[in-house]
Protein backbone atom coordinates (compact mmCIF):
# COMPACT_ATOMS: atom_id res chain seq x y z
CA UNK A 1 0.00 0.00 0.00
CA UNK A 2 1.62 3.71 -0.94
CA UNK A 3 1.75 5.89 1.93
CA UNK A 4 3.27 8.99 2.27
CA UNK A 5 4.11 8.11 6.10
CA UNK A 6 7.93 9.12 6.07
CA UNK A 7 7.86 7.48 9.97
CA UNK A 8 8.12 10.92 11.79
CA UNK A 9 4.70 10.83 13.24
CA UNK A 10 3.84 13.31 15.98
CA UNK A 11 0.57 14.80 15.75
CA UNK A 12 0.32 18.16 15.57
CA UNK A 13 -2.65 19.52 17.14
CA UNK A 14 -4.68 17.46 14.15
CA UNK A 15 -2.07 17.20 11.47
CA UNK A 16 1.06 14.64 11.29
CA UNK A 17 4.32 17.00 11.44
CA UNK A 18 5.55 13.96 9.52
CA UNK A 19 3.52 13.81 6.43
CA UNK A 20 1.23 16.64 7.06
CA UNK A 21 -2.22 14.34 6.70
CA UNK A 22 -5.03 15.18 8.92
CA UNK A 23 -5.31 12.42 11.87
CA UNK A 24 -9.14 11.76 9.90
CA UNK A 25 -6.79 11.17 6.62
CA UNK A 26 -4.23 9.11 8.76
CA UNK A 27 -7.04 7.01 10.29
CA UNK A 28 -9.21 6.26 6.95
CA UNK A 29 -6.04 5.65 4.81
CA UNK A 30 -6.73 2.17 4.56
CA UNK A 31 -9.81 2.75 3.76
CA UNK A 32 -9.94 4.40 0.57
CA UNK A 33 -8.73 3.18 -3.08
CA UNK A 34 -5.62 2.92 -4.49
CA UNK A 35 -7.04 6.00 -6.76
CA UNK A 36 -7.87 8.45 -3.74
CA UNK A 37 -4.31 7.31 -1.85
CA UNK A 38 -2.40 8.47 -4.63
CA UNK A 39 -4.47 11.46 -5.27
CA UNK A 40 -4.30 12.40 -1.53
CA UNK A 41 0.05 11.84 -1.67
CA UNK A 42 0.12 14.40 -5.23
CA UNK A 43 -1.88 17.08 -3.19
CA UNK A 44 0.50 16.30 -0.13
CA UNK A 45 3.39 16.92 -2.52
CA UNK A 46 2.61 19.46 -4.75
CA UNK A 47 1.68 17.49 -7.93
CA UNK A 48 -1.88 18.57 -7.20
CA UNK A 49 -2.48 21.89 -5.93
CA UNK A 50 -5.33 24.91 -6.01
CA UNK A 51 -3.11 27.93 -5.26
CA UNK A 52 0.12 28.81 -3.96
CA UNK A 53 0.50 29.31 -0.29
CA UNK A 54 0.84 33.23 0.67
CA UNK A 55 3.71 32.43 3.04
CA UNK A 56 6.21 30.00 1.49
CA UNK A 57 5.30 30.24 -1.93
CA UNK A 58 4.80 26.69 -2.47
CA UNK A 59 1.83 24.79 -4.08
CA UNK A 60 -1.07 24.32 -1.68
CA UNK A 61 -4.49 22.48 -1.45
CA UNK A 62 -7.83 23.83 -0.77
CA UNK A 63 -10.95 21.62 -1.18
CA UNK A 64 -13.41 24.17 -0.97
CA UNK A 65 -12.02 25.95 -3.90
CA UNK A 66 -12.28 22.48 -6.27
CA UNK A 67 -15.94 22.53 -5.38
CA UNK A 68 -15.74 19.94 -2.27
CA UNK A 69 -18.24 20.94 0.80
CA UNK A 70 -15.37 20.66 3.14
CA UNK A 71 -11.45 21.43 3.58
CA UNK A 72 -8.85 19.03 4.67
CA UNK A 73 -8.22 22.03 7.11
CA UNK A 74 -11.56 22.02 8.90
CA UNK A 75 -10.51 18.61 10.98
CA UNK A 76 -7.24 20.19 12.11
CA UNK A 77 -7.17 22.18 15.73
CA UNK A 78 -8.48 25.89 14.42
CA UNK A 79 -4.98 27.94 14.11
CA UNK A 80 -4.45 31.53 14.96
CA UNK A 81 -4.23 33.05 11.61
CA UNK A 82 -4.93 36.73 12.73
CA UNK A 83 -1.02 37.37 11.77
CA UNK A 84 -2.12 37.18 8.30
CA UNK A 85 -3.93 39.97 6.08
CA UNK A 86 -7.73 39.24 5.89
CA UNK A 87 -7.90 38.46 2.32
CA UNK A 88 -5.08 35.69 2.12
CA UNK A 89 -5.93 32.43 0.75
CA UNK A 90 -5.40 29.08 2.75
CA UNK A 91 -1.82 27.99 3.93
CA UNK A 92 -0.37 25.15 2.60
CA UNK A 93 -0.28 22.30 5.11
CA UNK A 94 3.35 22.87 6.14
CA UNK A 95 2.43 26.62 7.63
CA UNK A 96 -0.88 25.98 9.02
CA UNK A 97 0.66 23.44 11.18
CA UNK A 98 3.19 25.64 12.52
CA UNK A 99 1.38 28.22 13.62
CA UNK A 100 -0.16 28.13 17.22
CA UNK A 101 -3.66 26.56 17.78
CA UNK A 102 -6.34 29.87 18.32
ZN1 LIG B 1 3.26 27.37 2.99
Given at each position: ??????????????????????????VNW?H???????????????????????????????????????????????????????????????????????
Open positions: MKTPCIAACKNNDGICSGCHRTMDEIRITDDEREEAINKLNGTLSSHTCPSCQEPAQCDISQGKETCWCFSIEKRDTSALPNNSTCLCRKCLSKLPTA
